[in-house]
T-cell receptor, first 112, second 115 residues
Framework: AAGVIQSPRHLIKEKRETATLKCYPI?????VYWYQQGPGQDPQFLIS???????DKGSIPDRFSAQQFSDYHSELNMSSLELGDSALYFC???????????FGQGTRLTVV | DQQVKQNSPSLSVQEGRISILNCDYT??????FLWYKKYPAEGPTFLIS?????DKNEDGRFTVFLNKSAKHLSLHIVPSQPGDSAVYFC??????????????FGKGTLLTVNP
C-alpha cells in the first residue's frame, strides 16, 4: 500500500542557508501535518493543512513556512537555518473521517 | 508543560510475557488517543487508537485501555515478541468531533523484549 513519502531522506545544510522539505501524502488523504523531533525529544507539532489551507499552527518558527499544493503534497521551507534546527522532520497525512494519521519516514536535517 | 506523559523511559520484558506501557494526560480536551511504534531513523508507525467514548480497544496482540476519570491510558502487548522492541509513543488529540490529528506526543518508552 502507498505510504507517506518524504524527500529528501537526509539533508545537510550550513548555517543561514535555506532548505525545502517535501511531503507526498497517501492518495486521497486531504490533510498534512508537519512535526519536528529533536535529538532525544518527542515529536513536536509544527503546522497542518487541510484542503490546501492552513488548519492549525504549533511551535513553528517565523523562519519556517509551509504550504499544501493542489495535488495535496506539502513543502516545508526553512530559511536562515540555525544549528538548533537539526532534527528529524516528519510529515503525516490523514483523511477527513479517518481514524488515524500515517507518518512518513522523515527527513533528517543536519545544520553545520 | 508536558500534556502527555510517559513516565517510564524504558521497559524490559521477557518474550511471551505481557508488556504494559502507561500514559497519562492532563488536557481534558483530549478525546482521541493513539499509540505509535518507532524504530530509529524511521517515522512513527500507527499501532492502535481509542476514542474517549470507549474504554477498551483491541487489535490482535495489542489492547489499549482508557480510564478517563484518571486521565490514564495503557497499551498491553500479549504475548510480547522480540520484534516488538522499539520506542512506543503515546499521542493525544482534541478532535472536537472532526478528524484533527494535531497530535501531542509523550516522550516515549523504549520497550525491550528479551528472547
Amino acid at each position: 500500500a502507498a505510504g507517506v513519502i518524504q524527500s529528501p531522506r537526509h539533508l545537510i545544510k550550513e548555517k543561514r542557508e535555506t532548505a525545502t522539505l517535501k511531503c507526498y501524502p497517501i492518495p486521497r488523504h486531504d490533510t498534512v501535518y508537519w512535526y519536528q523531533q529533536g535529538p532525544g525529544q518527542d515529536p513536536q507539532f509544527l503546522i497542518s493543512f487541510y484542503e490546501k489551507m492552513q488548519s492549525d499552527k504549533g511551535s513553528i518558527p517565523d523562519r519556517f513556512s509551509a504550504q499544501q499544493f493542489s495535488d495535496y503534497h506539502s513543502e516545508l521551507n526553512m530559511s536562515s537555518l540555525e544549528l538548533g534546527d537539526s532534527a528529524l522532520y516528519f510529515c503525516a497525512s490523514s483523511r477527513r473521517g479517518g481514524t488515524e494519521a500515517f507518518f512518513g519516514q522523515g527527513t533528517r536535517l543536519t545544520v553545520v | 508543560d508536558q500534556q502527555v506523559k510517559q513516565n517510564s523511559p524504558s521497559l524490559s520484558v521477557q518474550e511471551g510475557r505481557i508488556s504494559i506501557l502507561n500514559c497519562d494526560y492532563t488536557n481534558s480536551m483530549f478525546d482521541y488517543f493513539l499509540w505509535y511504534k518507532k524504530y530509529p531513523a524511521e517515522g512513527p508507525t500507527f499501532l492502535i487508537s481509542i476514542s474517549s467514548i470507549k474504554d477498551k480497544n483491541e487489535d490482535g496482540r495489542f489492547t489499549v485501555f482508557l480510564n478517563k476519570s484518571a486521565k490514564h491510558l495503557s497499551l498491553h502487548i500479549v504475548p510480547s515478541q522480540p520484534g516488538d522492541s522499539a520506542v512506543y509513543f503515546c499521542a493525544a488529540s482534541a478532535t472536537s468531533g472532526g478528524s484533527n490529528y494535531k497530535l501531542t506526543f509523550g516522550k516515549g518508552t523504549l520497550l525491550t523484549v528479551n528472547p
